[in-house]
């Protein structure tokens, strides 16, 4: 089984990232073949600042190793480096009907929240198949949001297998986990790092503790029992699925304040070693590059009978 999947590098990793994908990645490294990478081509859509851009990638990078990710078991490489991602999103391209694009949820989102359309945001479902189907992944592990791209990949694949009559692209699979495939933010929208209302995996301490005491919640007096459903409440469920934190939410006798105490601790005890390592890492860049090199060169051996096929199908 060949699992694969990417992370945006188009700002600060956040809790969302973490429960609805990152955990999954790092299980998984321990079943079969994973890889996963850097989307960096994808966050130029965002990113409009080439220093940025790199700074961005890196930390992106130094997240991963942060978190767990073994660069032995895994691999991990920055999308870019496999240039021929761009050669097959043209050739793929060719056979997408514009009809799917146009029913693109994300894409969608993109415009109402007011960003200007342009072809990379639009094509953006592309790029995406591209990234799964020229390394034959069998399994993608990702957040809910994901899901219509993933269904996607597989009727372009299905198409481009049809239109060539062969078996040029293998089918993925999604892996969405159920519980945690939508995390909220802190105000109870989908967390999300255009939308603001994040907390980040590697911020400032005192920004985090800030942003867990800012959950947004309602008027409910501490002796009363709480509503379920709040973003509050939601990230409890995400975070600390196994404490007893049930019984007096339910009960009630303890105010909101209490609950965010509880859910700072449990930031603590989860993230305080990788946001010590991720701090290690960042201090010397140069053994990040070094994984990601390696990375790289282990994502082309893979990609590249791929490739070949493809191009000898399409007659290049
Ligand atoms: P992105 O930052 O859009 O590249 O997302 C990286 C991964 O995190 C994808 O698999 C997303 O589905 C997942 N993800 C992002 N935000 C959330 C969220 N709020 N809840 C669950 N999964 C998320």
Redesign the pocket.
């Known amino acids: 089984m060949r699992t694969l999947?990417?992370?945006?590098s188009?700002g600060q990793l956040h809790i969302?990232?973490y429960?609805?994908?990152l955990r999954q990645f790092l299980e998984l490294q321990n079943e079969g073949e994973a890889l996963y990478f850097i989307?960096n081509l994808h966050a130029l859509t965002t990113v409009r600042d080439g220093e940025l851009a790199r700074k961005l990638t890196l930390e992106c990078a130094a997240a991963f190793l942060a978190l767990g990710l073994d660069p032995k078991k895994a691999v991990l490489f920055r999308q870019s480096d496999i240039a021929e991602v761009c050669e097959l999103y043209w050739v793929l391209g060719t056979v997408v009907p514009n009809a799917h694009l146009d029913r693109a949820h994300s894409y969608k989102d993109k415009i109402a929240k007011g960003i200007a359309p342009n072809l990379g945001l639009y094509a953006y479902p592309v790029l995406m198949a591209v990234d799964i189907l020229i390394y034959d992944s069998d399994v993608v592990p990702?957040?809910?949001?994901?899901k219509q791209h993933i269904e996607f990949a597989r009727d372009w694949a299905t198409m481009f297998n049809t239109t060539y009559k062969g078996e040029y692209f293998k089918l993925p699979n999604p892996s969405i986990q159920a519980a945690?495939?939508?995390?909220p933010?802190i105000d109870g929208e989908?967390?999300?790092?255009s939308r603001k209302n994040t907390i980040d995996l590697f911020g400032e301490e005192k920004a985090v503790i800030k942003a867990i005491k800012s959950i947004k919640t309602d008027s409910t007096l501490p002796e009363a029992p709480k509503p379920d459903g709040g973003p509050l409440h939601q990230l409890l469920k995400v975070m600390m699925p196994n404490a007893d934190w049930e019984t007096s939410w339910r009960a009630g006798g303890l105010g909101y304040g209490k609950y965010k105490d509880m859910l700072i601790e449990q930031y603590k005890a989860t993230f305080d070693g990788p946001r010590k390592r991720y701090a290690e890492l960042m201090a010397d860049p140069a053994q990040i590059e070094v994984v990601l090199k390696d990375g790289a060169e282990r994502a082309r051996a893979i990609s590249a009978p791929v490739v070949a096929r493809v191009r000898k199908a399409v007659g290049l």
Do not use: I, L
């Not at 989908?190 to 790092?193: A, C, D, Q």
């Open positions: 999947s990417g992370v945006q188009s969302g990232n429960y609805g994908a989307a990702v957040g809910k949001d994901q945690t495939e939508t995390v933010g989908k967390m999300s790092k």
